[in-house]
């Protein structure tokens, strides 16, 4: 594991990991909730082996990344996740990268991609199509739908903020188990993990995240441009790869069986078996190859 290092952005100390050789066309690896850098442990050696300059950063809210001003609203809507992908890159002097993330990070790398192809080579994204369509959440979905999400309904509540401030390591382990049900980890590896919950600013994120999404808390003014922008769910256009696994109980796989109409370069999708919601540490092959196939190795 490469020790974090941390680039200065407008509004964050982003805390990253960097491997791989310094002139490689570059990747980033984007994590989701509850999760780190570690789920791509299995995806980084490969990736640097084949030529890669590889990019692992903590999102806001998570590890040692900080926001620089305690006045900055600890926001968590798409639009900041997405923003933030942009600004790391200006930062690092990357003018173009491949991008590959699930959970919030599919979310943040769709955000990039939809917004700002120029910037994306290719895209792996997990588990689908991840620009929330925040006009219609108030529409109610499936009763199994609303099952799996019952974290959210949690979270809307303030004894969800007590529980998660108070036991956020017994919540995302649970989430862990039941999302993917097949992943043996054990004690250590959430461990590893769980270290970077204990960020300040971590419940404070995931609460407007999901707060914002269902339309239980409104957005901060200086992402307003971004959020109208992904408000009708703009297309995709870079050569994407959809990964979904086929035991993923947070989000199945029919979630995404229908996302081909959000892309114009869509090369496959492909449903993984056995592995669950956290496919980077299941499957990391199954990254690896996706990304290789789009030409993340090649300038």
Not at 146 to 157: I, S, V
Not at 159 to 172: T, V
Not at 190 to 203: G, I, K, L, Q, Y
Request: proline share 8%.
């Amino acid at each position: 594991m490469p020790a974090p290092r941390t680039i200065r952005t407008k509004i964050l100390d982003i805390a990253y990991e960097e491997s791989g050789p310094a002139y490689g066309p570059c990747v980033i690896l984007l994590h989701g909730f509850p999760d780190d850098v570690r789920a791509f442990d299995g995806v980084v050696p490969p990736l640097a082996a084949a030529g890669c300059r590889v990019l692992v950063p903590y999102l806001r809210g998570y590890g040692p990344t900080r926001f620089l001003d305690p006045a900055t609203p600890r926001s968590g809507e798409q639009a900041a996740i997405g923003e933030d992908v942009r600004d790391l890159m200006d930062a690092l002097g990357v003018r173009r990268a491949a991008l590959a993330g699930y959970d919030w990070g599919g979310r943040a790398a769709c955000i990039a991609a939809a917004l700002w192809p120029e910037r994306v080579r290719a895209l792996v994204t997990i588990g689908g199509y991840h620009i929330q369509d925040i006009a219609t959440v108030t529409k109610p979905g499936p009763a199994l739908h609303e099952y799996r999400f019952w974290y959210q309904w949690y979270l809307m509540t303030e004894r969800g903020r007590a529980g998660l401030a108070k036991n956020r390591r017994a919540l995302c382990r649970l989430m862990w188990r039941l999302w993917s049900p097949n992943w043996k980890f054990d004690d250590a590896t959430f461990e590893r993990t769980a270290a970077s919950f204990d960020n300040p600013d971590f419940v404070e994120v995931v609460l407007h995240s999901y707060r914002h999404r269902n339309a239980a808390a409104a957005g901060y003014p200086e992402y307003d441009e971004t959020e109208a922008a992904l408000a009708g769910q703009p297309k995709i256009t870079v050569p994407t790869i959809i990964l979904h696994g086929g035991a993923d109980e947070v989000a199945p796989p029919e979630y995404s069986a229908d996302h081909a109409r959000f892309f114009s370069d869509l090369r496959r999708r492909t449903v993984v078996p056995v592995a669950g919601h956290f496919l980077p540490e299941e499957a990391p092959g199954a990254v690896v190859d996706a990304l290789i196939e789009l030409g993340a190795n090649r300038h």
